[in-house]
């Protein structure tokens, strides 16, 4: 079975930087799209980033653009997501997703098929 393990998260102030890290087990990530989401108390889970198969290609949500990295590590089968400049409106739990290779879109969360317990994001002002 597919297996996602997000890990990097914690309390930090505004301003600081963190690394999530998505460790995947049972697939290579080199063969598959794969994304950040985060869902925020109270709000429905949205799309942060999202690497290509090839690595070539990256989009970001307009909201984090500038201030989020997502890459990969094919050696280390291991997706990550460098977050600069926190704010408190990041605060939420952070998923990493594998897309459902029948699918074409990127954003929408019934495009993917696998995903992590997620990791708490949590920012203090």
């Known amino acids: 079975q597919v297996q996602l393990v997000e890990s990097g998260g914690g309390l930090v102030q505004a301003g600081d930087s963190l690394t999530l890290s998505c460790a995947a087990s049972r697939l290579t990530i080199s063969s598959y799209t794969m994304a950040w989401f985060r869902q925020a108390p109270g709000k429905e889970r949205e799309f942060v980033a999202v690497?290509?198969?090839?690595?070539?290609?990256?989009y970001y949500a307009d909201s984090v653009k500038g201030r989020f990295t997502i890459s990969r590590d094919t050696a280390k089968n291991t997706v990550y997501l460098q977050i600069n400049s926190l704010k408190p409106d990041d605060t939420a739990v952070y998923y990493c997703?594998?897309?459902?290779?029948?699918?074409?879109?990127?954003?929408?969360?019934?495009?993917?098929?696998?995903w992590g317990q997620g990791t708490q994001v949590t920012v203090s002002s």
């Open positions: 690497i290509s198969r090839s690595g070539r290609n990256i």
């Open positions: 997703a594998v897309r459902d290779p029948s699918s074409s879109g990127y954003e929408r969360v019934d495009q993917y098929n696998y």
